[in-house]
């Protein structure tokens, strides 16, 4: 069990790669915080983490929201005394070609896709150096450096992602 005892929050973790990070973290011996908007979903993430074994929390949290992901923050420490991994996960994507892209869509995605990385990561790092360690996990993608036509804003996010990876 490479994570026993450890804390491990996934965002984006109400179904697909965060739904299947946040079963194996668990299986791998953390305590999960399983994190989305959708709270049906969470719970049953979280009941199909404790049916087998595992200890997981949901806490619903919409991570373009800085006051949520403050929250989910606190709700975390306050359960579980402490953060040793964060897996920024949660993205949204518009299929659509980069001309006739809204500002609403463009927004939704560097919301979803980039602040909210930025926020979780901002608002997790103080307990990390607290406790003098921790792991961020970056979810990005291909289309970060091999872009695909009609999802221009999610390759601008997922490449900035890589940036600001490498900067922190």
Known sequence: MRLKDKVAIVTGSTSGIGEAAAVLFAREGAK???V????KEGERVVKQIRDNGGEAIFVGTDV????????????????????????N??????????HETTNEEWDLVMNVDLKGVF???????????KQSGGSIIMCSSANAIVAEPDIGAYCAAK????????SM
């Open 159 to 166: 490449g900035t992602i890589n940036a600001l990876t490498r």
């Open 36 to 39: 989305g908007r959708r709270q």
């Open 119 to 129: 926020w979780c990561s901002k608002y997790i790092v103080p307990y990390m150096k």
């Open 64 to 87: 373009s929201k800085e006051n949520q992901v403050k929250r989910m923050v606190k709700e975390t420490v306050k359960t579980y005394g402490k953060i040793d991994v964060l897996f």
């Open 89 to 98: 996960n949660a993205g949204a994507m518009v299929t659509k070609k980069f």
């Open 32 to 34: 999960v915080v399983v």
